[in-house]
């Protein structure tokens, strides 16, 4: 096992990283850039190590200053979190040619899944259902009119060299194609720094459905069922669950034995998430995967009793699972709001400042993941998510019964936050009877 690991991340993924490390009894390193000298990763962790000023670019997305960080420190392996370089092969291959292992799948893996166009070639060698779309990334605009014509509109762009809802347009006819490519290439450049794109039918108003898997070094691959992620705003993901209650047991078993071919397809090791668009007949095509830890994690977790960072820790030691697709079940419901430091009342706008007070919620089934504190000035330069609020229960409806409860307790003084608007969303009938899609948000379900 190893007996330090330097976090290549912030927030609050990088307080639960350390947390895991304290229970493996490992020396965590946090690293932290000039605006986070104060942030709550840095004065929790055994040790802390500046890499940069504010900008992510000269700090978390900085490779050489984090592996110099690395080796300085002695790290043997380096845990990247989500987002910032945590899908990137080149700084995994980076860290291995330094002699440090990187907790996540080989970097070939990384390159060959993280390019969206290759990963649905892959998919289809698996036998997983994709939806109609090109072969690959189209080379520019005109060869995006002549795919568009062949599969039929409305089409999807997306890009093909990233994830988290960036670089992503629907065109519904011609004319709206032109626009929606300029303005997902733009966005794809500028989140990725690649503006390639792919595209594929669009399928309407469908359900986000995603299933966890985790591989180990000594061939074994598992899943560990679904979540629902459906409730997004701007391909943002808002609220998730785990299990769906759209699935039935026949199709749950049919998308998770697709994800986990997958990644057998591959020889994936560790933990990674293959996302699935499925309509409303409940029939299910591949999207992406992302060879990372999630975000909604936590909420896996709670219904199958896996410490799903630990065990990314082990496997990336070499150890096997400590489990298998046996061994596994559902227990219960469990459901994550993401509370953002943002206002709904302004087309949520970011809003960082300073946390005079806060009142955090508790009692039974209810779990926070955060990095906030009361006297914590939130800075501009980062993601504006400052926790996620996870409840457990026996079932769906007492699941929710405990968000409602665990958000009306949730209070913080000097900044807003969406949770307001997530107890809204909890409490519709479109909610509460589990009738909702992607779209949902956008089309006002949650307001009648």
């Known amino acids: 096992m190893f007996q330090k690991i330097l976090i290549a991340n912030r927030g609050e993924i ?105 990963a649905k070639r892959t998919a289809i060698a698996a036998g997983v259902p994709v939806a109609l779309g090109s072969d690959g990334a189209v080379a520019d605009f005109a060869e995006a009119q002549d795919w568009a014509e062949r599969i039929g509109y409305p089409v999807m762009l997306k890009a093909s060299a990233g994830g988290g809802g960036k670089g992503i347009r629907v065109a519904r006819n011609p004319d709206e194609l032109k626009n929606a490519y300029d303005t997902a290439s733009s966005e794809a450049q500028a989140n990725f720094g690649d503006g390639r794109l792919y595209i594929e039918r669009y399928v309407e108003n469908p359900r986000h459905i995603e299933v966890q898997i985790m591989g180990d070094t000594q061939g074994n691959v598992v899943h560990l069922f679904e979540r629902e992620c459906s409730i997004q705003r701007r391909h943002q993901k808002l609220i998730e669950e785990a299990p769906s209650s759209f699935l039935d047991p026949v199709t749950r078993d049919k998308i998770c034995s697709a994800a986990r071919n997958l990644a057998k397809e591959v020889g994936y090791i560790n933990a990674g998430t293959v996302e699935f668009l499925v309509d409303n007949q409940k029939n299910f095509f591949f999207c992406e995967m992302n060879t990372r830890i999630q975000v909604e994690h936590p909420v896996t977790e709670q219904v199958t009793g896996v410490d799903l960072v630990c065990e990314q820790i082990r496997v990336a030691a070499g150890e096997p699972l400590s489990f298998t697709q046996d061994d596994l079940t559902l227990r219960g419901h469990a459901i994550e709001c993401r509370i953002n430091a943002e206002d709904p009342a302004r087309d949520f706008a970011p809003c960082p400042g300073r946390i005079n007070a806060m009142h955090l919620p508790g009692g039974p089934g209810v779990r926070m993941d955060t990095a906030a504190y009361q006297g914590y000035m939130i800075p501009p330069f980062y993601d504006s998510m400052i926790g996620k609020l996870i409840v457990s229960g026996e079932n769906r409806t007492q699941a929710i019964a405990r968000m409602r409860r665990a958000l009306a307790e949730t209070l913080f003084d000097g900044i807003t936050t969406s949770a307001d608007f997530q107890l809204h969303l909890l409490s519709s009938d479109a909610f509460i009877s589990g009738n909702f899609h992607t779209n949902s948000i956008a089309n006002g379900d949650f307001d009648r």
């Open 14 to 118: 990088a307080v639960r990283i350390i947390r895991a490390c304290r229970d493996l009894g490992i020396i965590s390193v946090a690293v932290y850039s000039e605006a986070d000298k104060e942030a709550l990763h840095a004065q929790i962790a055994d040790e802390a190590v500046c890499i940069g000023p504010a900008n992510p670019r000269d700090s978390y997305l900085n490779m050489q200053n984090l592996i110099s960080a690395a080796v300085a420190c002695g790290a043997q392996a380096i845990h990247p979190g989500f987002g910032f370089l945590s899908e990137n092969a080149a700084f995994a291959q980076l860290a291995i040619d330094n002699g440090i292992a990187f907790i996540g799948p080989k970097p070939q893996t990384i390159h060959l899944l993280g390019d969206k166009s290759e």
